[in-house]
Structures are given as C-alpha cells and as structure tokens.
C-alpha cells in the first residue's frame, strides 16, 4: 500500500511540474512575443519619423529650387544635375554648385551613417544615378508599391 502511494505521489507530482512548466512556458512565451512586437513597433516609428524629416528637409530644399553651397572636397558640383545654373562664380571668386533635394539626401545619408550608423539612401526603379541603383530586395517593394501597395506594418 505505501509503494502505491509513494507512486501516485510521485505521478502528482511529475504532473503538477508539468502544468507549471507549461503555465511559466506560455508566460514566457507570450511575454517574448509582446516584447518583440513593442520592439518592431518603436522601430518602425522612429523610421517613419526618420522619413517624415528627410521629406521635409527635401521639401524646405525643393521649395527654394535647391540650394548653393560653396564647392569643397566633399561637395562636388552634382553631375547628374542638368541645370545651366548649376555651378556659380560670385564676384569675390567663391565658387558655388547647386544642391538639389537628391544630392542634399544623399549628403545626409553619408552623415548619418558615418555619425550615427545609420543607412538610408534614395532608390527608384528607374534611377537617373547609378549608384541608386535598387537591392533585389528593394526592387520587390518598390514594385509592389507601384502597384498600389501600402508599406507593410
């Protein structure tokens, strides 16, 4: 009889450690799903924000019909740029090149990556620069959105 009850003790027992196991699993499991979401979630918005501030900067730039700025190592006259005025001499000899909202994003975009690691640059399906050029995985949502497509949540 105390051999019986030793094993139906024993069997409780493993049966009791089983649903907690099982309760502490699903816990966990839906915790990790939560956080993970909340992560995704804050990543995308701080992107969206990241979006809305370039199309900004490109609008504030676009509404003046670019911008001049002095010609320098780093800021060379655009030469995808088709403009007569693209490139301007002032009456003290300052040699000035236009800055339209592509080349000032993309001017951004080497800032952000080598101040803050981040990377972003401007892509299209048909790109007038080369270096534009859309990653495979780029060119499935751009083609989805010219399809009509919405930016997945």
């Given at each position: 009889m105390?051999?019986q009850?030793?094993?139906?003790?024993?069997?409780?027992?493993?049966?009791?450690?089983?649903?907690?196991?099982?309760?502490?699993?699903?816990?966990f499991?839906?915790n990790?799903?939560?956080?993970?979401?909340?992560?995704?979630d804050?990543?995308?918005?701080?992107?969206?924000?990241?979006?809305?501030?370039?199309v900004?900067?490109?609008?504030?730039?676009?509404?003046?019909g670019?911008?001049?700025?002095?010609?320098?190592?780093?800021?060379?006259?655009?030469?995808?740029?088709?403009?007569?005025?693209?490139?301007?001499?002032?009456?003290?000899?300052?040699?000035?090149?236009?800055?339209?909202?592509a080349?000032?994003?993309?001017?951004?975009?080497?800032?952000?990556?080598?101040?803050?690691g981040v990377?972003?640059?401007?892509t299209?399906?048909l790109?007038?620069?080369?270096?534009?050029?859309?990653?495979?995985?780029?060119?499935?949502w751009?083609?989805?959105f010219?399809?009509?497509n919405?930016?997945?949540?």
């Open positions: 105390k051999k009850t030793t094993t139906n003790l024993k069997t409780k027992s493993y049966i009791v450690i089983f649903f907690w196991l099982l309760i502490v699993g699903s816990a499991g839906i990790y799903s939560n956080v993970t979401r909340a992560q995704n804050l990543a995308f918005q701080t992107a969206r924000a990241f979006f809305d501030q370039i900004v900067s490109r609008t504030w730039n676009s509404g003046h670019g911008v001049y700025v002095p010609i320098t190592e780093n800021t060379q006259p655009n030469p995808y740029l088709d403009d007569p005025l693209r490139d301007l001499e002032t009456f003290k000899r300052l040699k000035l090149t236009k800055i339209n909202p080349f000032m994003t993309r001017q951004i975009a080497e800032i952000a990556v080598r101040e803050k990377q972003f640059h401007i299209s399906l790109p007038i620069r080369p270096g534009n050029k859309p990653s495979d995985w780029e060119r499935v751009l083609e989805s010219d399809k009509g919405k930016e997945p949540r």
